[in-house]
């Protein structure tokens, strides 16, 4: 799985999005969304940097 890098396909709209191998974007997340789900949750583990939506991440 490759890290998380961020986008802006458009000005004010920034994701966050992940390739496959080939290249092609396999996942695509809004920040604020990803931003506000992870301030919701206490982390019991830590993730790996650039890749904070697996698992949990400590703040």
Not at 3 to 14: A, M, N, Q, V
Request: a positive charge; zero cysteines; hydrophobic letters at 20%.
């Amino acid at each position: 799985m490759s890290k998380r890098e961020l986008i802006e396909p458009t000005p004010g709209d920034k994701r966050y999005a992940r390739r496959d191998a080939e290249g092609r974007f396999t996942e695509m997340v809004d920040v604020g969304r990803s931003s506000a789900q992870d301030q919701k949750r206490s982390a019991s583990h830590a993730a790996p940097k650039g890749h904070g939506d697996r698992g949990d991440r400590r703040n």
